[in-house]
């Protein structure tokens, strides 16, 4: 992390520089007032906290503050916008031995920190008072995070959270696999994308929903004739994207059949989004368990398909969410997580 440590007199500069020898495996600049005196190869030096707090909040992933905590309340309280966004904000005492995660304890990692600082320093006592961590309950922002997935409609997350609290149930409308890699499923019920309300989670790409949403990456499986240009391909790539509500940072990787790894558009379609292709052979694919949907590539390769397999396999819960679909009359695309 990009860690700002800020510092308002003499004595909180020293534990500072005492603390700042724990965090060496982060990117750490520590601030002081004028007039002070430290042995650091570079201090931060400022005349007012409101002329340096703001410039911070943008540019740092966590605020470390060894100030009074009233101080700090009273002091970022402008400068807050989103839970999704703001950064981390921690206030620890001059034995630094006290740390509190005050802000952004989940998404913006500062129960983490906070939880990196009481194991490292002597005697340090971690109080976090978020909700989720003191009842161990499923914290559906730290599930998403961990796995890298996009969330949407994070407004609705605090009645879930609260429902998960207070040991009421929630429904959570993905797939079989998804359910069962939830870490903590007490009070959870996995039900249809058809009975989807305010009270349930969704985990999956492709369903639009007012309700809380967790987005796992998705992977493309893709089938083109022979010679389809790259033009011809990133049409059907956006349409993709449009017709089920997805976005660049959706999808994770894109698949197809082996006599595929040499098209040129869709090497050049990889290349441009940046997504990672792989290419499976006869074997890999036949040998999937799986229906699918009939495909020209059975008559040509004896083939159970291209577009659906290949995406199956690339996919991290071998789970196909998302049927192929011709665009261009040129191209299938599958989507599987």
């Not at 005492?93 to 600082?117: E, I």
């Not at 976090?128 to 922002?141: K, M, P, R, V, Y």
């Not at 969330?151 to 609260?162: D, E, G, V």
């Not at 499923?185 to 809380?212: M, Y």
Request: glycine letters at 4%.
């Amino acid at each position: 992390m990009k860690i700002a440590i800020v510092t308002i007199n003499q004595p909180s500069l020293n534990s500072a520089c005492r603390l700042s020898a724990y965090l060496s495996d982060h990117k750490v600049n520590i601030y002081g007032k004028e007039g002070l005196t430290h042995t650091l190869p570079h201090l931060h030096i400022y005349a007012k906290l409101d002329d340096i707090l703001p410039s911070a909040w943008r540019h740092y992933d966590a605020i470390l503050c060894i100030l009074a905590m009233g101080a700090v309340v009273r002091k970022i309280a402008p400068l807050l916008e989103d839970k999704s966004t703001d950064p981390a904000v921690l206030v620890i005492n001059l034995a630094l031995d006290k740390v509190v995660p005050l802000l952004s304890g989940h998404l913006g990692g500062a129960n983490a920190l906070a939880d990196t600082l009481a194991s490292r320093l002597p005697n340090c006592l971690n109080f976090i008072s978020t909700a989720t961590d003191q009842t161990q309950s499923l914290a559906f922002e730290m599930l998403a995070q961990h796995n890298g997935w996009r969330i949407t409609n994070l407004k609705a997350l605090a009645r879930i959270s609260n429902r998960l609290i207070n040991q009421q149930p929630v429904k959570v409308a993905t797939t079989e696999r998804v359910f069962e890699a939830i870490p903590n499923r007490a009070n959870l019920t996995r039900v249809g994308f058809e009975h989807i309300d305010e009270d349930t989670v969704v985990i999956a790409p492709h369903i639009p929903s007012p309700s809380l949403t967790l987005k796992p990456k998705l992977t493309l499986g893709i089938g083109c004739n022979r010679g389809t240009s790259f033009e011809v391909m990133r049409e059907a790539f956006e349409a993709f994207l449009t017709t089920y509500h997805l976005e660049y940072a959706d999808i994770q990787n894109i698949t197809s059949f082996e006599a595929k790894q040499d098209e040129e558009g869709l090497l050049a379609l990889a290349s441009h989004y940046d997504l990672p292709i792989t290419f499976y052979d006869t074997e890999a694919i036949n040998t999937l368990e799986q229906e699918f949907s009939p495909s020209a590539s059975t008559k040509f390769f004896g083939l159970k398909g291209v577009a659906e397999p290949s995406a199956v396999l690339g996919s991290h819960y071998k789970e196909l969410v998302i049927k192929k679909a011709v665009y261009n009359k040129a191209i299938t695309i599958a989507g599987a997580i």
